[in-house]
């Protein structure tokens, strides 16, 4: 069957290649809703022409959101994720269209994520042409919004829909390295404030409480939280305060990004930290401590059946001749929402590529077939496995 598989994969390349051509040169930054709406119009009319049911959600501000579901005769549902937003602004396919030099694709949102979305839509097109269907269902499900975080509209349906599945498997691009992902830190950006007592630094300074040199010593306290727990790393990223030099600073502001393997390791930095503004608080110096608002991410952890789930797929990439390993990485996506539902989480399934949110942003070609075949096998294994 694997032979098969990839003859088919092989044999489709070409057109591969001239529909990620078509979508690549399609702008769909986060913001341009014309563009989004486009990339969703295409693959819209492709899922409905594989016999998919599709539905659109649409969205007043940001591009649409697409679901579109394959039925089999089978038991289980799984889930394909990815999203068809990119970092770039419109105007950015006109000056960088998609080119090939050697093993390496270039174009905005080759890798991130233009490729995963076509890899999932081949790899229904595979399962329905080699006559596989023992499954329940296939769902795609494709969001607008993935890059701009914070407060996003399709959150609730990501999770929704991940409740529906037994497993999901999410299309953004393999690493540079081949490694697929299977835990993603959680990410949370927490707000400190310091709040002094203003005074002239050169005829009273005493009467005066420098909130800045407060905060230094919090400052001080966050960065010997690193590593408070495996992998955790904190972050002091943005720092305000003070009017001019010969004033003492009556306020002065953090925001720090911390992230973690787990929600427990979390709530031990929360924990913590708390216990530690007990010890530096400075007399005539209050601080605040508090997450900001909508940046919570939770973390894609490595459960027990998300490693089966990675040993399911090394055991396949070797049944189709390479080796394969999971990486934990420090990045955010979709996958966190979706397995903050409880359900299994694979990520990294699109090809392999590298350099995104950047001019030189790359897909490595040799790597299309072998990863479309991997995730066409690793479907097949899933279903048969439960």
Same mark, same amino acid.
């Given at each position: 069957?694997?032979?098969?598989?990839?003859? @088919?994969?092989?044999?489709?390349?070409?057109?591969?290649?001239?529909?990620?051509?078509?979508?690549?040169?399609?702008?769909?930054?986060?913001?341009?809703?014309?563009?989004?709406?486009?990339?969703?119009?295409?693959?819209?009319?492709?899922?409905?022409?594989?016999?998919?049911?599709?539905?659109?959600?649409?969205?007043?501000?940001?591009?649409?959101?697409?679901?579109?579901?394959?039925?089999?005769?089978?038991?289980?549902?799984?889930?394909?994720?990815?999203?068809?937003?990119?970092? @770039?602004?419109?105007?950015?396919?006109?000056?960088?269209?998609?080119? $090939? =030099?050697?093993?390496?694709?270039?174009?905005?949102?080759?890798?991130?994520?233009?490729?995963g979305l076509l890899t999932g839509?081949?790899?229904?097109?595979?399962?329905? =042409?080699?006559?596989?269907?023992?499954?329940?269902?296939?769902?795609?499900?494709?969001?607008?919004?993935?890059?701009?975080?914070?407060?996003?509209?399709?959150?609730?349906?990501?999770?929704?829909?991940?409740?529906?599945?037994?497993?999901?498997?999410?299309?953004?691009?393999?690493?540079?390295? %081949?490694?697929?992902?299977?835990?993603?830190?959680?990410?949370?950006?927490?707000?400190?404030?310091? @709040?002094?007592?203003?005074?002239?630094? %050169?005829?009273?300074?005493?009467?005066?409480?420098?909130?800045?040199?407060?905060?230094?010593?919090?400052?001080?306290?966050?960065?010997?939280?690193? %590593?408070?727990?495996?992998?955790?790393?904190?972050?002091? %990223?943005?720092?305000?305060?003070?009017?001019?030099?010969?004033?003492?600073?009556?306020?002065?502001?953090?925001?720090?990004?911390?992230?973690?393997?787990?929600?427990?390791?979390?709530?031990?930095?929360?924990?913590? @930290?708390? =216990?530690?503004?007990?010890?530096?608080?400075?007399?005539g110096v209050k601080i605040a401590?508090?997450?900001?608002?909508?940046?919570?991410?939770?973390?894609?952890?490595?459960?027990?059946?998300?490693?089966?789930? =990675?040993?399911?797929?090394?055991?396949?990439?070797?049944?189709?001749?390479?080796?394969?390993?999971?990486? $934990?990485?420090?990045?955010?996506?979709?996958?966190?929402?979706?397995?903050?539902?409880?359900?299994?989480?694979?990520?990294?399934?699109?090809?392999?590529?590298?350099?995104?949110?950047?001019p030189h942003e790359y897909l490595?070609?040799?790597?299309?077939?072998?990863?479309?075949?991997?995730?066409?096998?690793?479907?097949?294994?899933?279903?048969?496995?439960?």
């Open positions: 069957m694997s032979e098969a598989i990839v003859a @088919f994969l092989e044999a489709r390349l070409p057109a591969y290649i001239e529909e990620l051509r078509e979508l690549v040169n399609t702008d769909s930054g986060s913001y341009d809703k014309m563009g989004v709406d486009a990339v969703v119009g295409w693959l819209e009319q492709r899922l409905t022409l594989l016999g998919c049911e599709v539905k659109r959600y649409h969205q007043p501000k940001f591009g649409d959101d697409l679901l579109a579901t394959m039925g089999g005769r089978g038991k289980g549902h799984i889930l394909l994720l990815g999203h068809s937003d990119t970092v @770039f602004p419109a105007g950015t396919a006109a000056e960088r269209p998609m080119t $090939i =030099e050697g093993d390496r694709i270039l174009g905005p949102g080759t890798c991130d994520m233009k490729a839509v081949y790899a229904l097109e595979t399962l329905r =042409e080699i006559g596989f269907d023992d499954y329940g269902s296939i769902s795609y499900l494709c969001v607008s919004d993935e890059e701009i975080g914070g407060d996003r509209h399709s959150i609730p349906l990501i999770r929704s829909e991940a409740r529906r599945a037994d497993v999901v498997l999410t299309l953004e691009a393999a690493r540079e390295n %081949g490694d697929i992902v299977s835990a993603r830190k959680g990410m949370c950006w927490y707000v400190v404030e310091a @709040f002094g007592q203003s005074a002239h630094a %050169g005829v009273e300074p005493e009467k005066g409480r420098n909130a800045i040199v407060a905060m230094a010593h919090q400052i001080i306290a966050l960065s010997k939280l690193n %590593g408070l727990r495996p992998g955790m790393t904190v972050n002091t %990223g943005c720092a305000e305060g003070g009017m001019a030099p010969n004033i003492v600073p009556d306020y002065a502001r953090i925001r720090v990004d911390v992230r973690a393997l787990s929600r427990d390791d979390m709530r031990a930095f929360e924990d913590t @930290f708390r =216990e530690q503004l007990a010890k530096t608080e400075s007399p401590f508090g997450t900001e608002e909508d940046s919570y991410n939770p973390p894609m952890e490595r459960t027990p059946a998300v490693v089966r789930l =990675e040993q399911l797929a090394q055991e396949t990439a070797r049944e189709l001749g390479f080796d394969l390993k999971g990486a $934990i990485t420090g990045g955010c996506s979709d996958a966190c929402f979706a397995a903050a539902e409880g359900t299994p989480v694979l990520d990294g399934l699109g090809p392999i590529g590298g350099l995104d949110h950047s490595k070609l040799s790597s299309i077939v072998p990863r479309t075949a991997l995730l066409v096998k690793l479907i097949m294994t899933i279903v048969q496995d439960n």
